[in-house]
Each structure stands twice: as structure tokens, then as C-alpha cells.
């Protein structure tokens, strides 16, 4: 009877070793079938690697939105280059295993892909593209991450370390007066990284930076972390951590007789619902900065804008909202001008070809503003400096960082 | 092989062994956590010494075995006879300390991840003969006398003790053993991944591998076998639509699992009837 068992067990993880490893190792995507002149295009699929499910469903289901509204628009105005596009959502739930297996699956016969979204899965799956030569749209990353896959990933950011700099230099000198600033960072992803860069733009406003307080990622409780942070006497703030507890944060340090919310900082990442509906009134006169200007008065922006609030209870859109639906539009322009097929005999070629163009693109009409970009880094894209007020943002000052 | 098929083979097994070095210290109902720790510190030793000192896949795997080997082992010591909810309490705070230690070291790549770790040709096989090894010694442990014991500790533990079991070398050896595999499985999956992310080793492996342990079966080793490849693999198969609800879908499995199946899919009784099915079919080909 042990004799059959261990021979069954054998056998089955036998099966699993050789029949299906079979000592190979890991190929790229196999070459195409030869052309075939009856090819015809009927529709460009563009895969989306997101996150429909899991703990950041909700971003994930906004920056879908933006995708599908892009080729809604394309569609209405007669595809690209007459075919019609559409945006195929993979949900990998965060998971960086899923990732892998479906950005694997992808390798096959993608032209192009969207994401992966956040960063573990990107960590895990862009890999695989890049080995395969598939291109990604890594449009919510930091250039950090991006630029460990160049040239098959695209950066969405110049580098954190000269754009952000800039518009915290502006904000601090907004506050002529203020003199010492300490900062509330959240170990999380490149946040860390982030906080780094505002103490480089605080430098350059001749600001003394105090030491920074760390925020736990599981924080529920804010009081010891504000009372740590006053004891170093500051008269400015920085947030560097999740929206959440940016508002409570800043709700604990007016409890304490904090009066000068001019004199409060919250960094992009934390422009979020969470930010306005936990902080409600309190956070009036906080600024905040971020790549989006949802005030801007043009009419392909305020299309956008309505639709989405009509789509999400009248909220406005967030931050990154725009990035997939200027994806969408990026590589619609890259196949419309360098006549990429999508025939799979053409490929390899094709996707060579969309990666030199995106990454290369030159004045690229975005839905907020227009860039270029070099080597697969924006060189112009601007940051804004926002006051909040009864819950909106109020454009304080625009700032271009010089990284061209 | 194609592509997807081979990441998902590649994952199964990782899943598979993660799971078993739960169901190792669990055979003396020891919840322990801190494999998931190992897998962190040797996968994260592992990623460091290929890229910067550029050694061997096979010498960071023994590094990486040996690495959750020690660290557990050292643990034990103190926790080798400790009640279970201590057992857990232990492996949490090890993955909160691990985690934390990752997150502040720029060696480790601090929040950022670990990126770059080389890619390894046949690592699937590698990771497959690995499982095999494992899944032969687990065999042998069940079906020994410290298997039997084991089991005697786990329904009672002062019975086994007055059987002259020491409950505390078992369990010593047995989140020793555990640890090996975790330290061994990190160094696999930041091979297979080609990156670290410092979130991975906490709740989603935790939770993951839980989830196979209890609805694949904790009374044998077949349970996770099970398990593993159908659990993590059925939401790649699935539409999208219904992938989304896999978070129900699994929570329902459960569910309906423990309230049918306390003991899990596989139990002792199944495996033996199995036997039973395959030894006399045996048999009557034989006549």
C-alpha cells in the first residue's frame, strides 16, 4: 500500500517536472505566422493590466473609466485609421502571480499593453514583457520604476528628484515666513523617495528641514505622531502618506491649535476622495500639489470632466484619471503615424516601432496638456500648486520643472 | 511549454511549498507564520547575493534553505513547545520586524522592491524536483514513528507527553524543517519573479496558503497538493467577470468546506479509501 502511494506521488510531481518543464527554459513569444494577404484588421485590442478587485479597486475602476472613455471618443470618431478600438481590462486583483500569468499570456499577441498597475505587479510582470519585446504603458508609476524597464516601458514622470522639487520650493516660498519643516512620510513604494525630493525643494528655499516622523501604514491612532512632530517646533508641514490619514493627520494637529493650514503641504499620492470626505472643512486653506489642473477651461477637458462626475456621483476626477485616457490616445497617434498594421506577421516589427514612437513622442496633445518626451521621460509636463477650498482645489501657481 | 502555463506551474509550486511548511508545524498544531518571514529574509539574501556577488542559483538556494533553517531553529528554542496562539503572535511580529528591516535597508531595496534578479533556465524544473524531494521526505515523516507522534500532539498534548513524546524537540524540529522550505521557497520565487516586493510577506501569502492548508486538507500532505493549483489557478481560468468575485468565491468555498468537510477536501479516511480503490484495481489486473 506505501509502495502504490509513493509511486503515485512520483509519478504526479513527475508529470509536473518533466512533462511539463521539460528543462526549458523560459521563451520569448514565439515568431508570428507568415504573412497572409487575406490579413484585415476588424479591431485594435488594447489589453489593460489593472486592478478591478482588491485593496485599490477603486483606482483601478477610474483609471478603466479613462481608458474606455478615450476609445469611446476614437470609436465615435471613426476608430484608428477607420478600425475600432477597444480596452480590454485584465484584473490582477494586485496580485503580482496573477500578473505574471496574464502578462504572459499577452506576449503572444499583444501590440501594445496598458499597466500593469501598482507596483508589485509591475515589478513582477514588466519583466516578462520586456523579454518578450512587448511594450507597457507603466503610466501610474514613478519614473523610478518605469525606468528599470527601458525601452520597453514608458514613463509617465520625470524623474521625482527634479519634478517635485520645484513646486515645493514654490509652496515654501509662498510662506515667506516659514523657517522649519518637518515631514509626515509613509513607508509605502516610491512615497519615501517622494519625501526626499520635497526636502530638496525645501533646501532650495532655504528651509531647515527637521527630522521626519514616520507614519505606519496600519496608523489608527494620530495624536502621539502630531505630538511627536510638535515637539520639534515646526512652522510648516509636510504630508507624504496615504489620504486617509493626511486628513487625520491634519484634523489631530488643529485639535492641537494648528491655525495656519497655508502652511500645510499634502503631496500628489494623497489627492484622493478619502483626502475631502474624512477632512471635510477642516482642510480648507491646505494646499496641495498634483500633475492635474481640474479647473482648466478647455473643452475636450471639461467633456471629460462631466462625464466622469455623471459616471461617479458627481465627484471630480482624480488625479490619474487622465493617464490611461491620454495612454489610449498616445497609441492610437503611434499607429496612425507610423502605419503599424496590427498584422500578427508583422509583430515584433509593430511593436518596435510603437515603443520608438511613444517613447520619442514629440508635442503629444494630452487631455491636460501637451508634452514631449525623450528617451520614454516627459521633458515638459507641469505640476500645480493648489490651495483647497470648500473642498476644491483652487490653482495657486503652475510649475514646470526643467528637466529637458 | 507555452508562457502562461509555465508561470503558473512555476507559482503552483511555489504555493504548494508554502504551504506544506504550514502543514508541517500544524501536524503539532503549531500556526507558524514565521516561514512566511523566512521566505522574506532568504528570498531577499537570495536577490542580493546574485546581483551583486553574482552567485550561482543553486548556491543562494542552499544559502536560502539553510538561512530559514538557522533562523527558525534559533526561534524554536524558545517556541518549540509554545501554545499555538504564541506560535502565531511569534511569526507575526518576525514578519512585522522582517518586513520592516526590508523596508528600511536601501541594500534590500527598501519600499522600492528588489528589481533585476537574474533569470535562471530551468528553474521550474529546479523548483518541480524541489517539491518532489520535499513531498518524498513529508511522506516519509507522516507514515514514520515522529509522525505519529505528531499526530498524538496534536489531539493531546500532555497525553503524548506522558507517552514519552518530546513535544518540544518535535516541534522544534518541525518549525526548524518548516523554515527550511520557506527560506528555500523565497529564493525560488525571487528567481520566478525576477523581484521582491516588501508586501508580498504578509497577509496575501498568509492568507493564500491558509486557504489551501484548510480547504485542501491539514491532515495530509495531499490536501495542499490539491489545493494549490486549483485555488490559485481557477480565477486565471475564469471569465473576468466572475474572476472579480474570487474573493467570495473562495470565502463560500470555505464555507461550505468546514461546515461539510471540517477536516478539509483530502482527509486520512479519503487517502486511505483511495489506496484501497488503486491497490485492489491492481489486484484484479493482475488476475
Redesign the interface.
Known sequence: ??R???I???L???I???T????????P?KKAEPAKSSFKMTEWEIPFLNC??GPIASIGEYLEWGAERAALEINQAGGINGIPVKVT???T?M????G???M??L??SALVVMGPVP??VI??AV??AV??GLYSFTATTSY??AA?FFPWAISWFSPTEEKLPPVVTAWAKKNPGMKNVVQFVE???????MAKAHVIGLKKAGVNVLKQVDVPTDAVTFGPLVVKALSENPDGIVFACNAEKVAKLILELQSRGWKDNGRLLVFSSADDGALYTTGGKNIDGVMIYNYVDPNLNTPRWQAFRKAFKADHNGMEPFSLSPNYYDAVYMIKRAIEETGITGDPSKLKEERIKIRDYCNNIKDFKGLMFNWTNKNGVPQDKPLFLFKIENGKKVLVEKVIPSNK | ?????????A?T??YILMTWALYLPYRVAHLHFMVVANMAISGYFGGYAAINWHWSFLAVFAAGFLIGAVVSFVVSIAIGDAPTFAVVIVGFTFIYITKTVI??WPAMG????M??IP?V??I??YA??F??VT??FI?RFD?SRLGRAASAIFIHRELATSFGVNTKYLGMFLQTWAGAIGGATGVLYGF??????P??FTF?IIGATMTMLFLGGYTTMWGP?LAAPVL?GA??LLP?AV??W??IIYGVLLIVILLLRPEGAITRPF?VKV??T??QW?RIKKV
Open positions: 500500500m506505501k502504490v502511494t509513493v503515485a506521488m512520483a504526479l510531481l513527475a509536473g517536472t518533466f511539463f518543464a521539460n528543462g526549458k527554459k523560459e521563451e513569444a478591478l478587485t481590462g485584465i484584473d486583483a496580485s503580482p502571480e496573477t505574471t500569468v496574464e504572459a499570456k506576449t503572444k507596483e508589485p515589478l513582477a519583466p516578462i523579454r518578450a523610478e520604476y528599470k513607508n509605502y513604494g516610491a512615497w519615501p523617495g | 511549454m507555452s508562457l502562461p502555463l509555465y508561470y503558473y506551474l507559482i509550486a511555489v523596508e528600511n527598501s519600499t522600492m522592491g528589481f533585476g533569470l533556465n530551468h521550474l524544473l518541480y524536483l517539491v518532489l513531498g518524498f511522506y507514515h520566478i519573479m525576477n523581484s521582491l516586493f508586501n508580498f496575501p497538493l490559485w480565477p486565471l473576468t474572476a472579480s474570487r474573493q487517502i489506496q484501497t488503486i491497490f491492481m
